[in-house]
């Protein structure tokens, strides 16, 4: 089923779509979207937004996971497991507390008001909704923070501590023993991490949807924006775009994959 709906997707996106008496095949749709300077306007707004959140959650994750796999004590077990409940609950629900409380009609504007700290709710810096799409950010942070976290603790449990050890007694501070003998070693686990939550980051459509701005919206609102107008005519431009956004996401992934090949601990595996 999956099969058969890409090859539809394909065969509209090059301009086959009987229904609407299209039956010749070229890629003038994928011409007309790349000079098409909202489509790429939008596109480099949501590259920025996907790579700015996805490189934020793997550095505070990673920070986070040596802390907590350093960390052998009651409280640090405490917060390992707290940091897990983000990611068992849906986005959406992230959404609709996001909502609730830094709305400027939401539970913390009310409550700086009520303390005589705002003078109007509305005073509340705008985090929803804004054109700097911060509401967006902090959804995706709040989401992909533990899943970094969760996802790197369990490798920097695994690792052999005893190269860390080694290279601190032979004079080594902790910070070049961190950058030289742990990074390296987890690193293939963090590139992973990072495809993961870009590719989502990337085309997700409920968040920008909810939260974010209709002068500065994303990829995925452009993309179904123009699915709602219901124009047939407009039908194989939309599957390029589609195709384009997947086609892109995939290239990315392997320019990644590539990188971390590159770069120390890619090649032996991380761990092993």
């Known amino acids: ?10 065969w509209t996106s090059l301009g086959y779509y009987p229904l609407i008496g299209l039956h ?3 890629l003038d749709y994928y011409t007309i979207a790349l000079h098409d300077t909202a489509f790429l306007r939008t596109f480099i707004r949501t590259f920025n937004l996907a790579f700015t959140s996805t490189f934020l959650a793997c550095l505070i994750g990673l920070g986070l ?3 907590f796999s350093q960390q052998h004590n009651r409280l ?6 707290l940091s897990q409940l983000p990611v068992m609950l849906p986005h959406i629900f992230v959404v609709l507390a996001l909502l609730q409380l830094l709305s400027q009609t939401g539970l913390i504007p009310r409550l700086l008001w ?7 709710p509305t005073q509340f810096p705008l985090v929803v909704n804004d054109p700097n799409q911060i509401g967006i950010l902090l959804t995706y942070l709040w989401k992909e923070v533990p899943f970094v976290i969760v996802t790197l603790t369990l490798v ?3 690792i052999d501590l005893r190269y860390q050890k080694v290279a601190l007694n032979l004079g080594a501070s902790r910070r070049q023993a961190f950058w030289h003998i742990l990074l390296p070693l987890v690193q293939p686990a963090l590139f992973n991490a990072f495809i993961i939550i870009f590719s989502f980051t990337f085309g997700s459509y409920e968040v920008p949807y909810l939260l974010g701005n ?17 124009d047939l005519t407009q039908m194989p431009l939309l ?9 892109f996401t995939v290239l990315f992934a392997g320019l990644l994959l590539k990188v971390s090949r590159w770069l120390p601990g890619g090649r032996t595996g991380g761990s092993r």
């Open 214 to 230: 209709q002068q500065a919206e994303l990829l995925p609102v452009y993309i179904y924006n123009l699915y709602v107008q219901h």
């Open 239 to 247: 599957m390029s775009l589609n195709l384009l956004l997947s086609l």
């Open 24 to 26: 010749h095949l070229s």
């Open 76 to 81: 640090s077990r405490l917060l390992f497991k």
């Open 156 to 158: 920097l449990r695994q």
């Open 65 to 67: 996971a040596f802390l």
């Open 114 to 120: 009520r303390l005589g700290l705002l003078a109007q």
């Open 1 to 10: 089923m999956q099969s058969a709906a890409i090859l539809k997707s394909l």
